[in-house]
């Protein structure tokens, strides 16, 4: 297995569970975009703003290996839009539309409609269909299309709506409907160190970081050493590199768009009152902002203070300049209700890799991404979150980490020679599978 991020490390323990022999290879510490640091203050902060759908694939193969992760769902009471430089009331559900302001009384019962609407659509009818024309075909007023927009936003992370492909936008949907999220109990690094306990508890073995150099069948070359394995997974490597790795650039071509993100964590102290707390949720309805309190509900903070991320939804090839971004973050976070003296800590990521790809309506949907064995080469698999016809995000790499693991597996077991240790390039023998 190449890459020890979720994609890796769910193909490690499905290969592991089908009784192979397995080596995870990695070129950092394990986790990928799944880590999380520690700040000198204590705040735990992860790779931007995660959250784990309690709906998605994730999540049920962490409840199959018994992980209890702590945690709680977003503060969504009292949660606002923003609009026209002011906010209101947010609506997260039917019931709760009446109490918005941002819609005309028609205009609510029109999403209302909308919103009834979702659970009875098949996601599979709206493949290669971008999401700006399904909303607008949707019978919503232009403020409800606004709306509905900016849920897109927040359920997928991704603002590309003249591409993104509306079938997953639609699953995605459904799911923050059907089960919402969690955020995460000392981060995501904890759902890291689990898969990683499973994994080594399956038998898969942990090589040094090293730096794969090329992938053919049979052969894996890294900067220390030569491998000969029966399968190889590339989990959660960017398309880009695995078409360079296999001598397959146009691998790229069918990955479609890479979402980006900037992002503003600020740590405060904690109100004397609790009326005085900034809002726990503002969503941005006509710019693409975001704003939440991960801790509480999630344990990320040290005692006495609340960990928020503020973030900009970058649309196609937006490149913003950082201290503009980087200002307008903290305008959000004011309009929130963040007080400059309360803050105690602050980080800035600047054109986050959220994803390394997101389903086109050109490329026919989720249906339409690389498929696992896609590459052509015999042996060799892929997985990461613009792989498979499942799920986005974290749920699409561990879908497809689980999928590419499989084969892996079957394809090893299938091979009439056993596989040799090898000499590394100093003489000392050194590979296995």
């Known amino acids: 297995m190449v890459g020890s991020g979720i994609a890796g490390l769910c193909a490690a323990i499905e290969a592991g569970r089908a009784g192979a022999a397995v080596f995870l290879l ?12 520690v700040s000198d203050s204590g705040f735990r902060l992860n790779v931007g703003p995660h959250a784990l759908y309690t709906d998605g694939e994730l ?52 999403f209302a409609r909308f919103l009834r609407r979702l659970t009875g659509t098949d996601p599979a009818g709206l493949a290669g269909t971008p999401v700006s024309e399904w909303l607008g075909s949707a019978g919503l007023d232009a403020p409800g299309r606004s709306l509905a927009a900016a849920l897109v936003r927040l359920a997928t992370y991704d603002a590309h709506h003249d591409e993104f492909s509306a079938d997953a936008a639609l699953v995605q949907l459904k799911r923050s409907l059907r089960g919402g999220v969690t955020y995460i109990d000392g981060g995501w690094e904890r759902i890291v160190s689990a898969l990683l306990d499973e994994a080594v508890a399956l038998g898969v073995r942990l090589a040094e970081p090293q730096r794969v150099l090329e992938v053919r069948t049979g052969c894996v070359v890294t900067n220390r050493t030569t491998w000969n394995p029966a399968a190889v997974v590339l989990g959660g490597l960017p398309p880009e590199s695995v078409g360079e790795l296999v001598g397959r650039p146009d691998v790229a071509l069918r990955s479609g768009h890479v979402v980006h993100a900037a992002v503003l964590d600020i740590g405060t102290r904690t109100p004397a009152r609790p009326t005085d707390a900034p809002s726990g949720f503002l969503l941005g309805v006509d ?9 509480p509900p999630a344990d990320l903070a040290p005692p006495g203070t609340r960990l928020y991320s503020a973030m900009r939804y970058l649309g196609p090839g937006q490149d913003p300049d950082p201290d503009a971004l980087r200002r307008e973050l903290r305008d959000h976070a004011r309009m929130a209700g963040v007080e400059e003296p309360s803050v105690v800590h602050e980080r800035y990521l600047h054109r986050l890799v959220v994803a390394q790809g997101s389903p086109t309506a050109a490329g026919g949907g989720l249906a339409g991404r690389p498929a696992v064995d896609s590459l052509g080469v015999p042996g060799v698999f892929i997985a990461g979150d613009w792989v498979g016809p499942d799920g986005l995000l974290a749920d699409a790499a561990a879908a497809s980490g689980r999928a590419a693991g499989r084969a892996a597996a079957e394809h090893a077991a299938s091979q009439p020679v056993p596989p040799q240790r090898v000499a590394s390039r100093n003489g000392t023998p050194e590979g296995e599978r």
């Not at 990695?26 to 640091?37: K, L």
């Not at 710019?287 to 801790?295: N, T």
């Open 26 to 37: 990695a070129s950092a510490p394990p986790g990928g975009r799944a880590r999380t640091a």
């Open 59 to 110: 999540h049920e193969l962490l409840t199959g290996l018994g992980v209890a992760l702590g945690g709680g769902p977003p503060a969504l009471r009292g949660a606002r839009l923003r609009h026209g430089g002011a906010t209101c009331a947010m609506p997260t559900g039917v019931r709760s539309l009446a109490a918005t302001g941002l819609l005309t009384v028609a205009g609510k019962a029109r």
């Open 287 to 295: 710019e693409p902002l975001y704003w939440s309190r991960h801790s």
